[in-house]
């Protein structure tokens, strides 16, 4: 049961960004990479997961909503 929520509600989740324009798209991606990379680098220097996700995330969307053409 737990499986079939998660799933539905990732097809729901992704189905909000079917209509999203080139930048927003970008500026989504660049946000979830930097999140992920933050993080990561929170991980392996000790430091907290939680402010690299966070801090990573909000530069990985700027750079992706500013890089968009």
Do not use: F, K, W
């Amino acid at each position: 049961m737990r499986v079939t929520l998660s799933l539905a509600l990732a097809a729901l989740l992704l189905a909000g960004c079917s209509n999203m324009n080139r930048t927003q798209q970008r500026a989504l991606s660049g946000g979830a990479i930097g999140a992920a990379g933050g993080a990561a680098v929170g991980a392996l220097t000790g430091g907290s997961l939680l402010t690299g996700a966070l801090l990573g995330g909000a530069g990985g969307a700027a750079i992706g909503a500013v890089t968009a053409r």
